[in-house]
Nanobody, 127 residues
Framework: QVQLVESGGGLVQTGGSLRLSCAASGLTFNSYAMGWFRQAPGKERDFVAAISWSGDTTDYSDSVKGRFTISRDNAKNTVKLQMNSLKPEDTAVYYC????????????????????WGQGTQVTVSS
């Protein structure tokens, strides 16, 4: 059974930090790039960050660059998203997803590049 399970969401004040984790099972993890997306109420699902299969290449949306850090542990089949200096506009449901490829792609920020998705974890940043 394929599973991507996110955890670590919650309520935090502006300027605070959260660390999201995504645990993968039932699928090949260490050969594929992984990504984080988010979706706020009434909005489309937006790209947040991605990391290559080896972890040596990362990419971020402009809105989170410098504040968020994506990392992975292939031995533990996990990918994490460290979120610092959180803002109310970061409020959303955050999803992890497995890319269809392993290395960097110019389409990394496109949802169609991802074949498996988690159920999401809510992040709420209060002002």
């Amino acid at each position: 059974q394929v599973q991507l399970v996110e955890s670590g969401g919650g309520l935090v004040q502006t300027g605070g930090s959260l660390r999201l984790s995504c645990a993968a099972s039932g699928l090949t993890f260490n050969s594929y790039a992984m990504g984080w997306f988010r979706q706020a109420p009434g909005k489309e699902r937006d790209f947040v960050a991605a990391i290559s299969w080896s972890g040596d290449t990362t990419d971020y949306s402009d809105s989170v660059k410098g504040r968020f850090t994506i990392s992975r542990d292939n031995a533990k089949n996990t990918v994490k998203l460290q979120m610092n200096s959180l803002k109310p506009e970061d409020t959303a449901v955050y999803y992890c997803a497995r890319n269809t490829g392993g290395s960097y792609s110019s389409s990394w920020n496109k949802a169609f590049q991802y074949g498996y998705w988690g159920q999401g974890t809510q992040v709420t940043v209060s002002s």
